[in-house]
């Protein structure tokens, strides 16, 4: 999940400002007919039917066995790679399994666990903040709304809906540098912006696959639409797709 520029994600380490109410941004598919975007809906439809032929076993490849885990590994996994958190959770989670032990840990032994991932300050003050938060205010239970774990500090969107969507089964859509570079090349999106992608790809796929659609496009993005090159010549997807910009 590593990105070049200093992404939502990332900025949600930083101490929660006040709620900001998020607005649906305006929309590509806002200026579609309805016939177009029936149209853009059945494109879509193939495209995750070819997905799933091509990876079946595609999941979430991080490492947890619980709700906290999951969302704990997801907030270090901004600005880090999926295989760095997934070495460095099993000593932390050893060391600081619950909400409880997290949230009464030394910030100087939580940042010490966790500073091959990187931007390892913030993500501690992360990590104790948003455990002491779900301690005083759920009880110690990641609560299953997109809403309460968006207030925690460190939980954006991304986190909240990878949590939803994995644990909880609460279908989310997740955009992450590959899903988006995906949706922009496959023309489903011109937006830059994840959350402004996630607003149009929920139009267009199918509710019951947002959560294992990011699982086939994050596949995707790591083995044949590379950031790097776009493998058109082996894509399977090549008659379904428009191949904006590459
Ligand atoms: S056809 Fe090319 S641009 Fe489209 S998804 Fe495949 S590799 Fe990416």
């Known amino acids: 999940m590593a990105q070049k520029k200093v992404s939502a994600e990332k900025r949600t380490l930083k101490k929660k400002p006040a709620p900001r109410k998020t607005k649906s941004p305006a929309r590509k598919h806002a200026a579609l007919t309805p016939v177009e975007l029936a ?12 997905l799933k032929r091509e990876y079946p076993e595609a999941r979430c490849s991080l490492t947890y066995c619980n709700a906290f885990e999951l969302l704990i590994a997801t907030i270090l996994s901004a600005q880090c790679t999926d295989e760095r958190v997934n070495k460095t959770t099993p000593a932390l989670f050893k060391r600081l399994s619950t909400p409880q032990a997290m949230s009464q840990a030394p910030l100087a032994e939580i940042e010490k666990l966790i500073q091959s991932t990187g931007f390892y300050k913030n993500k501690a003050k992360a990590l104790k903040e948003c455990s002491r938060a779900i301690v005083e205010l759920y009880g110690g239970e990641v609560p299953a709304e997109q809403e309460k774990l968006t207030g925690l500090r460190g939980v954006g969107r991304k986190t909240a809906n990878v949590v939803l969507g994995n644990v909880f089964e609460i279908p989310g859509i997740v955009v992450d540098t590959h899903v988006g570079r995906l949706a922009r090349r496959m023309g489903f999106t011109r937006h830059l912006d994840p959350v402004k992608v996630e607003y149009e790809l929920m139009e267009i796929v199918v509710r019951e696959d947002w959560t294992q ?5 994050i596949e995707h993005g790591r083995q044949v639409c590379t950031a790097r090159r776009a493998f058109c010549e ?9 191949k904006i910009g590459v």
């Open 234 to 242: 082996r894509c399977a997807l090549s008659r379904f797709c428009p």
């Open 213 to 217: 659609s990011n699982h086939l496009m």
């Open 39 to 50: 149209a853009e809906r059945r494109r879509m439809v193939e495209i995750v039917k070819i």
